[in-house]
Antibody, heavy 121, light 107 residues
Framework: QVQLVESGGGLAQPGKSLRLSCAAS????????MHWVRQAPAKGLEWVAL????????FYPDSVKGRFTISRDNSKNILYLQMNSLRADDTAVYFC??????????????WGQGTLVTVSS | DIQMTQSPSSLSASVGDRVTITCRAS??????LNWYQQKPGEAPKLLIF???TLQSGVPARFSGGGSGTDYTLTISSLQPEDFATYYC?????????FGQGTKVEIK
């Protein structure tokens, strides 16, 4: 059974840092690209970072580029999101997701339960 | 970035009703379109990928269609457990983007 379990969320002051983790089990973690997706309170879903299966490729939207860093440890089956220079508009539930592709078309087939990040002074 | 626009933003319906949600992309996304269901306090759940393929375990009352820029999610007979928010997502081009969501409420 696939499980993705996020941790590391909490309250941070503006300008400070947090590191999120996502522990994966029940999957061959090193075979899959992984993404982080966030959801601000009562808002929709926003993709925030992707990393290739082997960690060699990362990509970010402009809203977090230069502040967030995605990484992974395939020996430990853990995905990370280092968030620096946090801003109030980073307040959200952060989900880790597994990317599955079928016939070249990709989707998120598994999601973690999410971890809440609150940025406030 | 490709903008995804869902309509309506919310709807009220009764158990047994047929419900259709529309998703329009700002450019052709060549059928690389997925649908997710989210209930309050939960993570989103994959319903349909590649326009019309049901994820394992998803009831057959859910169906998807469309092509080009216009896509639909249909629930043939709404059940109590279907009251939720539904999101479309394009994964044709980075950055992958979602629609703003459609909340299906009980009438």
């Amino acid at each position: 059974q696939v499980q993705l379990v996020e941790s590391g969320g909490g309250l941070a002051q503006p300008g400070k840092s947090l590191r999120l983790s996502c522990a994966a089990s029940g999957i061959t973690f090193s075979s899959y690209a992984m993404h982080w997706v966030r959801q601000a309170p009562a808002k929709g879903l926003e993709w925030v970072a992707l990393i290739s299966y082997d960690g060699t490729t990362q990509f970010y939207p402009d809203s977090v580029k230069g502040r967030f860093t995605i990484s992974r440890d395939n020996s430990k089956n853990i995905l990370y999101l280092q968030m620096n220079s946090l801003r109030a508009d980073d307040t959200a539930v952060y989900f880790c997701t597994r990317v599955q592709c079928t016939g070249g078309k990709c989707y998120y087939d598994h999601w973690g339960q999410g971890t809440l990040v609150t940025v406030s002074s | 970035d490709i903008q995804m626009t869902q309509s309506p933003s919310s709807l009220s319906a009764s158990v047994g009703d047929r419900v259709t949600i529309t998703c329009r992309a700002s450019q052709n996304i060549y059928s690389v379109l997925n649908w997710y269901q989210q209930k309050p306090g939960e993570a989103p759940k994959l319903l349909i990928f590649s326009v019309s393929t049901l994820q394992s375990g998803v009831p057959a009352r859910f169906s998807g269609g469309g092509s080009g820029t216009d896509y639909t999610l249909t629930i043939s007979s709404l059940q109590p457990e279907d009251f939720a928010t539904y999101y479309c997502q394009q994964t044709y081009r980075n950055p992958w983007t979602f629609g703003q969501g459609t909340k299906v409420e009980i009438k």
